[in-house]
């Protein structure tokens, strides 16, 4: 498995942006300058960016990547299937994996203030009781919610209207799940994958 992490998109110039767009398709350009705010042009640049560069060095790949879509909007590499990839963005940072097998990521900002009508709408109540008894609730919200997320993912399923419920004994049996909690940069990311 091939993770990459560009941290500080917020620290991006206009002018590294427009550098950046020159080393993407023209579609992905169009992309990246649909979005109205400099930071969501950011994230989407450097998401491509950062796929590029893991196909270079985990595959040899040295061609733009080209997508198709699978149900929920899930990509895919057009010319090499075998490869999954699983990309994600927050102000904070932006990840991209790749892999021999399917794979899902999530990365988060850890918010300053934790919303509780929220933990009730996405977690149950074990996943509760761990956020409010850790040192860092906000932060270990932001474990739950990037697990959940990289398991959707990984899936492909798209979001559920049980999210409480998601994580059953069976579905806790054949994931796996590397979360890492980076406070300096202010986000936690999580990968998910099948065992194996």
Known sequence: MKKLIFNNPQGVTREELQSDLLLLPLWRQKKALSFRFLIDQVLCTKAYLLLKQALKQEYGIAENPEFDYLGHEKPVLRHHPDIHFNLSHCKSGVLCVVDQQNVGCDIECIEEKLDINLCHFCFSEKEIEDIMAAPSPCEQFTVWWTRKEAYLKLTGIGL????????????????????????????VYTICYYKS
Do not use: K, Q
């Open 160 to 187: 559920v209207d049980n999210l409480p419920a998601l994580f059953t004994p069976d579905v806790m049996e054949r994931v796996s799940f590397e979360t890492v909690v980076d406070a300096s940069h202010g986000y």
